[in-house]
């Protein structure tokens, strides 16, 4: 089965420090992308990172990071210097060769000044 | 350039119309997918387009279809609506394959009374 498990359905952070949000995946495929998609009150789901599964290397875009643990199965996502505007809800995700998305049920970041 | 064109952004059908709802991929991509968002069921996929060609179905019933014209633009239709159906429905288009991360829209907000 294609799973992703997102434990945590709420998370909270102080305006400038990190938070990290966890993700674990289960897949049989061995060549499959993970992904970060936030979305913001206004519904759009936006590219956060993104991450190559045979990459061992892992995926940085400014403020966010993730740590890959393939063997593991987890991909958690870290954002640094927390923003207001980093508010919003935020799905792990991974597509295999069938061009089909597996969501998690996504954990909501409210960002606290 | 313009991002993916979902429309329209809200709808409000009876039980049994039916629906049809449009979306525009961003200049240039040939893939685009459809899922449904809901709270108890979080993001499901619909099917998948490339080329005018249905690549890949999720586990929907027949009720649910979509097209993909030649200029690349897709509609996805529900027919004899149920309750069940309101939902957030969100199309994605990409370039090649979604190894690359889909560019998602702000989605159709469908509520069916």
């Known amino acids: 089965a294609q799973t992703v498990t997102q434990s945590q359905p709420e998370m909270s952070v102080q305006e400038a420090e990190t938070v990290t949000l966890s993700c674990t995946y289960d897949?049989?495929?061995?060549?499959?992308?993970l992904f970060w998609y936030k979305q913001p009150p206004s519904r759009q789901m936006i590219l956060v990172i993104r991450?190559?599964?045979?990459?061992?290397q892992n995926a940085t875009e400014n403020r966010f990071s993730v740590n890959f643990q393939k063997a593991a199965k987890s991909f958690s996502l870290k954002i640094s210097d927390s923003q207001l505007g980093d508010t919003a809800m935020y799905f792990c995700?991974?597509?295999?060769?069938?061009?089909?998305?597996?969501f998690g049920t996504g954990t909501s970041l409210t960002v606290i000044p | 350039k313009a991002g993916v064109t979902q429309t329209p952004r809200y709808l409000i059908k009876t039980r049994g119309q039916q629906v049809t709802l449009s979306c525009s991929p961003i200049?240039?991509?040939?893939?685009v997918s459809w899922y449904q968002q809901t709270p108890g069921q979080g993001l499901q996929f619909l099917f998948e387009?490339?080329?005018?060609?249905?690549?890949n179905k999720g586990n929907f019933p027949g009720r649910f279809s979509g097209r993909q014209f030649s200029n690349s633009r897709s509609e996805m239709n529900v027919s004899t609506l149920e309750l069940g159906d309101s939902a957030l429905y969100l199309c994605?288009?990409?370039?090649?394959?979604?190894?690359?991360?889909?560019?998602f829209g702000s989605g159709t907000r469908l509520t069916v009374v």
């Open positions: 897949t049989s495929e061995s060549n499959y992308y």
């Open positions: 995700a991974f597509i295999t060769h069938g061009n089909q998305f597996y």
């Open positions: 387009y490339f080329s005018e060609t249905q690549r």
């Open positions: 991450q190559e599964a045979y990459k061992q």
């Open positions: 994605a288009s990409s370039l090649i394959e979604g190894n690359y991360g889909y560019t």
């Open positions: 200049s240039g991509h040939r893939s």
